[in-house]
């Protein structure tokens, strides 16, 4: 468990999965949320390498994954 708390804090992934989330849990559809957070995660990533860092897929995959799970809980409650 430890050391998934110390992977989440690396790059600061917790806040693409939460960023993600929140994208997909205000989603108007399946494709709106999708789409947004493929955007959102490459425009994140794209700063990033433009900063002189260099591109994280896994950072990008996380904020597309939580957008998922974010429009998934969200479609289910509503």
Same mark, same amino acid.
């Given at each position: 468990? %430890? %050391?998934?708390?110390?992977? /989440?804090?690396?790059?600061? $992934?917790?806040?693409?999965?939460?960023?993600?989330?929140?994208?997909?849990? /205000?989603?108007?559809?399946? !494709?709106?949320?999708?789409?947004?957070?493929?955007?959102?995660?490459?425009?994140?990533? !794209?700063?990033d %390498?433009? !900063?002189?860092? %260099?591109?994280d897929?896994?950072?990008?995959?996380?904020?597309?994954?939580?957008?998922?799970?974010? $429009?998934?809980? /969200? $479609?289910?409650?509503l």
């Amino acid at each position: 468990m %430890k %050391k998934l708390i110390e992977w /989440f804090k690396q790059s600061n $992934r917790w806040k693409h999965l939460l960023g993600g989330f929140i994208i997909g849990a /205000f989603s108007f559809s399946d !494709y709106c949320a999708l789409y947004a957070s493929a955007i959102s995660a490459a425009s994140l990533e !794209y700063k990033d %390498k433009a !900063y002189g860092g %260099k591109w994280d897929w896994i950072d990008f995959g996380l904020t597309v994954a939580g957008a998922c799970v974010g $429009r998934l809980i /969200f $479609r289910w409650w509503l």
